[in-house]
């Protein structure tokens, strides 16, 4: 007996191009499926399954998820080299602010982006 093969269509009550490419923009821009889904109205699953049956939407699905990425290591980076300000208080009131630097996401970016030099194995 042989396999039973489903084929995926595109239906009429799948979201129209305007929403996908909005869908897309929002991934990007918060690398979360479930936020961009849920800016764009469109179900979560709607999505998933929409990645498995058109190449195209797998493409553009592929490069926000490279792209929101690329600006979480931006924001990493500028991290790690500016530090983050935090408030300093006392009895409730504001008497100062301090920088604090994230050592270990230093090291960690670091030997993401160079493992031959900070690897553990490195010099």
Same mark, same amino acid.
């Given at each position: 007996?042989? @396999?039973?093969?489903? !084929?995926?269509?595109?239906? /009429?009550?799948?979201?129209?191009? &305007?929403? $996908?490419?909005?869908?897309?923009?929002?991934?990007?821009?918060?690398?979360?499926?479930?936020?961009?889904?849920?800016?764009?109205?469109?179900?979560?699953?709607?999505?998933?399954?929409?990645?498995?049956?058109? @190449?195209?939407?797998? !493409?553009?699905?592929?490069? /926000?998820?490279?792209?929101?990425? &690329?600006? $979480?290591?931006?924001?990493?980076?500028?991290?790690?080299?500016?530090?983050?300000?935090?408030?300093?208080?006392?009895?409730?009131?504001?008497?100062?602010?301090?920088?604090?630097?994230?050592?270990?996401?230093?090291?960690?970016?670091? !030997?993401?982006?160079?493992?031959?030099?900070?690897?553990?194995?490195?010099?």
């Amino acid at each position: 007996m042989s @396999p039973i093969i489903r !084929r995926h269509r595109i239906s /009429a009550a799948s979201p129209t191009p &305007e929403k $996908l490419a909005t869908f897309l923009r929002h991934l990007e821009e918060s690398g979360s499926v479930s936020f961009a889904a849920e800016r764009t109205g469109i179900g979560r699953n709607t999505v998933y399954e929409r990645r498995k049956v058109d @190449p195209a939407f797998a !493409r553009g699905w592929q490069k /926000a998820v490279e792209m929101a990425v &690329e600006s $979480l290591r931006d924001i990493a980076i500028t991290r790690a080299r500016d530090g983050t300000e935090r408030e300093l208080r006392r009895n409730g009131r504001r008497v100062g602010v301090i920088r604090e630097y994230d050592n270990r996401l230093l090291q960690f970016l670091l !030997r993401a982006l160079q493992p031959e030099v900070y690897g553990r194995h490195g010099r």
